[in-house]
C-alpha cells in the first residue's frame, strides 16, 4: 500500500467514529502529516458541528502550527465548498496555505460535486484524487445511496435458524446469541429509524432501543392500522420518539406520533420512506418480520442485507426471505454461535437503476 492509502486508510478509521451521530451528512475523517509524521487529526463528530478539516486543522499543537503550510491534509471525503452548517473548509485550506490535499472520493453533493478540488488547484494545491476510493464508496454508501436515490439507505436484518426459518408462528424465538444481540443494538445505533411490522410488534413485543451499548435511541417506526398494538406494550411507552402509521390512541404522547395508514399496503411503505426522508432520516434499519422484508424486497426498496445465521434448527415455523440474487456478499464472520453476512446491492447497481429509471 502507499503511503498515501495508509493515511486515507486512517482517514477511514477517524471517519467511522463519527457513525451514527452525523447522518445525513457523511462520516468524514481528516490527516495532517508532515514529512512522516502525523501533526493533527480530525472527524465529523456530529451532524451540525465542525467538519472533520477544522478539527483536524484545530487539534495541532502550537509547535507545529507553522508546519502546516509545509504539511500534507488527507480527506475522506472532499473538503466542503459552501456554507452551511459551518463555513467551507476549502477555504480554510487555502487560509492555511495548505500545498498537497489527498482525498478518497470527490463529494457528490450538487453543492460541491468537484468545486472545491477545482477552487484548491487554481489556487495552486497539488490535488489527488480517488485514493482507496472504493473503501471510500463502501464506507459512506448510506449517504451517497441518500443523496442518489433521494431516500433513506435500507438495511434490512433478520436472523433465522440454520434450517432457514425466522421463528415459530405466534411466539416470540429467541435466535442470535447474546454477541450478536449485542452488535444488532450497535447497528440500531448506527441506524436514525428502526421499522418493524404490527405482527412482530404483537408478538415479540420489542424495545427496539439500544440499551446493550448505549447511545443515541433511533426512530422507532411500526404500523398498527387496527389499533391491535396493547396500551402497555413497549411500542406504546412514549420512552423513545416513535411513529405508528395506523389508528390514532388517545393519551399523553409527546414522542409518539400517528399517521393515518388507509391506503393499501403497496402505498404505504414508499409512504412510510418519503416521511423518512423528509424528516431527515437517512438509514433505516427494518427487522422484519417476513411480510415487511419481503414487501420491501419485492419492491426493490433495499441497499443492504444483514443476516444472522444461527446454529439452532426449528423444523418449521415462518421462512426467512431469500437474498436476492443481486446482492453481493461483502462481509461474513463468525460471532459466538452464530454467523454474521452482510450483502449489498453494489452501488454501480444502484447507478443503473437510476440510468434505468431515466432511459
Ligand atoms: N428472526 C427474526 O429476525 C425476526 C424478526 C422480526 C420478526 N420475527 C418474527 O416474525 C413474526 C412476524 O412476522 P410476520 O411476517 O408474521 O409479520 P410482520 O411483517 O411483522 O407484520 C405483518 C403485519 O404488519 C402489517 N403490515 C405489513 N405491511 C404493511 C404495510 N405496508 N402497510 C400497513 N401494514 C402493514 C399488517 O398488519 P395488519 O394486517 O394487522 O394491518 C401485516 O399483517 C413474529 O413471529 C416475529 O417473532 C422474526
Known sequence: MTTDAQYIRRCFDLALLGAGHVSPN???????????????????????????????????????????????????????????????CVDLILEQKIPRVVVANEDPNPQVAGQSIVKMRTAGVEVVTGVLANEGQWLNR????????????????????????????????????????????????????????????????????????????????????????????????????TWIFGKYREGHFSKTSFFPAEDDAATLVPQVLEKLRAANHAIVLVEGGAQVLSQLLEQGYWDEIRVIESERALG????????????????????????????????????????????
Request: one cysteine or more.
Open 26 to 88: 457523511p462520516m468524514v475523517g481528516a490527516v495532517l502529516v508532515h514529512k512522516g509524521r502525523i501533526i493533527g487529526e480530525g472527524w465529523h463528530q456530529r451532524y451540525g458541528a465542525a467538519h472533520a478539516e477544522v478539527n483536524c486543522v484545530r487539534s495541532v499543537v502550537p509547535d507545529d502550527r507553522p508546519l502546516i503550510p509545509y504539511s500534507t491534509l488527507y480527506c475522506s471525503l472532499e473538503p466542503c465548498f459552501h456554507f452551511g452548517k459551518t463555513p467551507p
Open 142 to 241: 448510506a449517504f451517497f445511496t441518500w443523496l442518489e436515490l433521494q431516500r433513506p439507505y435500507i438495511i434490512l436484518k433478520w436472523a433465522q435458524t440454520r434450517d432457514g426459518f425466522l421463528g415459530r408462528r405466534g411466539e416470540r424465538t429467541p435466535i442470535s446469541g447474546p454477541a450478536a444481540q449485542r452488535l444488532l443494538h450497535r447497528w440500531r445505533s448506527e441506524a436514525d429509524a428502526i421499522w418493524v411490522g404490527t405482527t412482530t410488534a404483537l408478538t415479540d413485543n420489542p424495545r427496539l432501543d439500544t440499551r446493550l451499548v448505549g447511545g443515541k435511541n433511533p426512530l422507532r417506526v411500526t404500523f398498527d392500522r387496527a389499533g391491535k398494538i396493547p396500551a402497555g406494550f413497549h411500542l406504546l411507552d412514549d420512552s423513545i420518539a
Open 316 to 359: 418449521d415455523g415462518i421462512a426467512a426471505p431469500k437474498v436476492p440474487e443481486v446482492a453481493q456478499l461483502r462481509e461474513q464472520f463468525a460471532l459466538g454461535s452464530d454467523m454474521i453476512r452482510v450483502y449489498a446491492r453494489s452501488y454501480t447497481l444502484i447507478r443503473k437503476d437510476l440510468s434505468d429509471d431515466h432511459d
